[in-house]
């Protein structure tokens, strides 16, 4: 269940007047939200208040929204750096513990070009969150689930393929966390791969934007439940 659907959810299990109903509904939209005091928490007080909601049903709506949307604080971390540097890097190395952080002790020419380090397979780390491309509100309100059927643009961008040997990719959906390994001829030879045009580039750095038309693209690279190294070391061995 998406945010954009809590609404209707909290409706269905409405069981007062549906003109009382329709009332609240107009005090909710009419109504200046600012967080923590949202549309949501005015309306469920507001229909507990006329007992068309009983407090037992919110939790239990609020229970099953928590349960199916595991990774909605991942959309509160701010980014850049909090986000792609810290998090998706932490999270990398809890799954692969063989993972080192890329330093000039492992590598006396080391100059920040990629992230990590296994074995001497360069490795850079990207990491974008799925929300609504139609909108702009703050993440976590346009955050979406993996089958979510709206618009979203994910775009990877400030790659340096001559860098590293392997990209691993996350994707941070409500429910699910979806990471892709491929190696650098991967990643250029896409398709969707283009120079990046963002300031201060210099023509050494690309972007692929991922959305909802052309995520199967990246289908063949999903690590699933494959162990992360063993995936890295496969995808720098195959020949592009």
Known sequence: MELS?????????????????????????EDTSVFP?????????????IQGLTFSKYLEIRSEYIIGN??????????????????????????CSELKRASKKLSSSYSGE??????????????????????????????LSRNTRKPFLMNFQQLKPQCCDVFVWMAVFTDEIVIWVMNSGEVQGNRFYSKGQHRGNRG??????????????????????KDLGQAIREAAERVT
């Open 5 to 29: 659907e809590l609404k209707d959810k909290i409706c269905a299990e409405f069981q007062g007047d549906s003109d009382d109903l329709a009332r609240i509904l107009r005090i909710v939209e």
């Open 37 to 49: 005091f949202n549309e949501w928490e005015h309306l469920i007080c507001n229909l507990i208040e």
């Open 70 to 95: 595991p990774n909605l604080w991942i959309f509160e971390i701010s980014a850049p750096r909090g986000f792609g540097e810290k998090f998706a890097q932490t999270y990398m190395q809890g799954k």
């Open 114 to 143: 990629y992230d990590l380090w296994l074995d001497g397979i360069r490795i850079e780390v990207k990491a974008s969150r799925a929300v609504d491309s139609n909108s702009d509100k703050p993440l976590y309100i346009r955050a």
């Open 204 to 225: 050494n750095e690309g972007q692929l934007h991922i959305t909802h038309d052309n995520i199967h693209v990246l289908d063949r690279y999903a690590l699933g439940n």
